[in-house]
Nanobody, 134 residues
Framework: QVQLKESGGGLVQAGNSLRLSCVAS????????TAWFRQAPGKEREFVAA????????YYRDSLKGRFTISVDNAENTVYLQMHSLTLEYSAVYYC???????????????????????????WGPGTQVTVSS
């Protein structure tokens, strides 16, 4: 059974940076798309960024382009989310998610709408809290 585990969250001042990590274990499907989502209190879970298994293709929420960077280290089975210039609005629980088979990977790769949908990803981590203070 695949397990995803996020880390790196915490309390950070606005304007600073933070790097989140997502470590995968027990994976049998070797070429997933891995994504980051976030959910603030009272709001829906929203897409942040995604990457192909090799890091060659990356996708971002439009408003976060240039501020967030997603990357892959396959030797460590880890996907990172580097976040810069954090604002109060970025406070949320950040989740790592991954597709579970080739069909799901194909769908998220070819469709922007599907890629941004949480239901497209079958594996999820428990989340890590990011709190941005003023």
């Amino acid at each position: 059974q695949v397990q995803l585990k996020e880390s790196g969250g915490g309390l950070v001042q606005a304007g600073n940076s933070l790097r989140l990590s997502c470590v995968a274990s027990g994976r049998t499907f070797s070429r997933p798309v891995t994504a980051w989502f976030r959910q603030a209190p009272g709001k829906e879970r929203e897409f942040v960024a995604a990457t192909s298994w090799n890091g060659f293709n990356t996708y971002y929420r439009d408003s976060l382009k240039g501020r967030f960077t997603i990357s892959v280290d396959n030797a460590e089975n880890t996907v990172y989310l580097q976040m810069h210039s954090l604002t109060l609005e970025y406070s949320a629980v950040y989740y790592c998610a991954a597709t579970t088979d080739g069909a799901a990977t194909s769908r998220v790769t070819t469709s922007l709408r599907i890629r941004r949908s949480a239901s497209a990803y079958g594996d999820w981590g428990p989340g890590t809290q990011v709190t941005v203070s003023s």
